[in-house]
């Protein structure tokens, strides 16, 4: 295919990482609910359910009203809803569904939930998520318990579960020792649904994990589900994490080389508008090389990208105008949220072109 850049995700390594991560889950006994904003595509969706994923985990409401128009109905969404106008669209989708929960992290956002779901005489299913050193949103760990008691106090909510979102964070900062961060997150979690169900609180659920905790946060007892989204593609983030090796990277953009200015210099056909630029090279504590991996010249560093050019540093004389090379994004989540489609490559070598059906999906 000439028409460059575009996206190929590998089915083979694609199924292997999906059954690798379902083998994690069913050996430790609890349940994996993948987080579909990864890859918005709910063929890739189905293939995780079939292989026993309980439901998905999505983080806008326009996600989950996509994918259950293509018949998934078991759907966390795991971001608080505050306002009264997306809650009138929580209870529809709540009497399409036959299972929906929906993380709440304020008192505020769970009033807001409570009187929608009492106007249309409705119970709607609620998590409760706890920072649990990410700092992003999520009730402080030492406040949990007196919000639960809030919670349950809402006569249409029912308080389902705690969840968080740590990902390779200790003691608060960034790591690249995914066991040790891992190992406190599910700690963590296990002390604060102590606390709740010692308050007389009944929680079922204990939902954590990203991509880089999976494992050991999965091995601790206690914990009943993992949530993990990068696993099925893989970047260049986790293999720098340890998390994977480049064999295991499914997906790849192809692009191609339009100029070489220089003999240090070839330019290529996508910049900002088909990389990620969220996650940036040399910095603490990935120090990841150049904007993503260029698989066919290793030494080449993708150093910086306009709009829609990508230039990358090389001596590299064998890298030709018209060359088109394979570059493993260090995020590979936002990079394909800029793309319409992906091209799935199949064992005899055929390519099924395949919609992001919920690119762009941010309501």
């Given at each position: 295919m000439d028409h460059t850049p575009y996206i190929v995700i590998?089915?083979?390594?694609?199924?292997?990482?999906?059954?690798?991560?379902?083998?994690?889950?069913?050996?430790?006994?609890?349940?994996?609910?993948?987080?579909?904003?990864?890859?918005?595509?709910?063929?890739?969706?189905?293939?995780?359910?079939?292989?026993?994923?309980?439901?998905?985990?999505?983080?806008?409401i326009s996600e989950a009203k996509v994918m259950a128009s293509y018949g998934i109905d078991d759907i966390f969404i795991a971001y608080p809803v505050v306002t009264p106008s997306k809650a009138e669209e929580l209870l529809k989708l709540n009497q399409q569904l036959s299972n929906l929960i929906v993380g709440v992290d304020s008192l505020d956002g769970a009033q807001v939930l409570n009187k929608c779901a009492e106007k249309h005489q409705q119970k709607l299913q609620v998590r409760l998520e706890i920072d649990t050193g990410l700092e992003r949103t999520g009730v402080q760990y030492q406040e949990a318990t007196s919000l639960a008691k809030q919670i349950v106090e809402l006569e249409s909510l029912t308080l389902q579960g705690i969840f968080t979102?740590?990902?390779?964070?200790?003691?608060?900062?960034?790591?690249?020792?995914?066991?040790?961060?891992?190992?406190?997150?599910?700690?963590?979690?296990?002390?604060?649904?102590?606390?709740?169900?010692?308050?007389?609180?009944?929680?079922?659920?204990?939902?954590?994990?990203?991509?880089?905790?999976?494992?050991?946060?999965?091995?601790?007892?206690?914990?009943?589900?993992?949530?993990?989204?990068?696993?099925?593609?893989?970047?260049?983030?986790?293999?720098?994490?340890?998390?994977?090796?480049?064999?295991?990277?499914?997906?790849?953009?192809?692009?191609?080389?339009?100029?070489?200015?220089?003999?240090?210099?070839a330019v290529m056909d996508g910049g900002s508008k088909t990389f990620a630029t969220d996650v940036q090279p040399n910095f603490a504590p990935l120090h990841l090389k150049g904007f993503g991996s260029i698989q066919e010249y290793p030494e080449a560093e993708f150093v910086r990208m306009n709009e829609e050019h990508g230039v990358i540093?090389?001596?590299?004389?064998?890298?030709?105008?018209?060359?088109?090379?394979?570059?493993?994004?260090?995020?590979?989540?936002?990079?394909?949220?800029?793309?319409?489609?992906?091209?799935?490559?199949?064992e005899n070598n055929e390519y099924q072109k395949l919609l992001i059906e919920a690119r762009g999906m941010i309501q």
């Open positions: 590998d089915e083979s390594i694609l199924l292997k990482n999906i059954r690798k991560m379902s083998e994690l889950a069913k050996v430790n006994n609890i349940h994996l609910r993948p987080h579909i904003k990864t890859h918005k595509i709910p063929h890739i969706a189905k293939l995780q359910l079939a292989e026993g994923a309980v439901g998905i985990t999505v983080a806008k979102f740590k990902g390779a964070v200790y003691k608060g900062e960034a790591t690249t020792d995914t066991t040790l961060a891992g190992q406190e997150e599910g700690q963590l979690m296990i002390e604060v649904a102590k606390q709740i169900r010692e308050a007389g609180i009944h929680i079922e659920d204990i939902s954590v994990g990203s991509t880089p905790t999976a494992a050991s946060v999965a091995a601790v007892k206690g914990i009943t589900e993992i949530r993990p989204g990068t696993y099925v593609f893989n970047d260049a983030m986790q293999v720098k994490l340890g998390v994977s090796d480049w064999k295991d990277c499914a997906a790849h953009v192809v692009s191609t080389i339009v100029s070489r200015p220089s003999e240090h210099r540093n090389t001596s590299d004389s064998n890298l030709k105008i018209g060359d088109q090379v394979r570059v493993i994004p260090n995020h590979i989540c936002s990079t394909i949220n800029l793309h319409n489609y992906v091209y799935l490559k199949k």
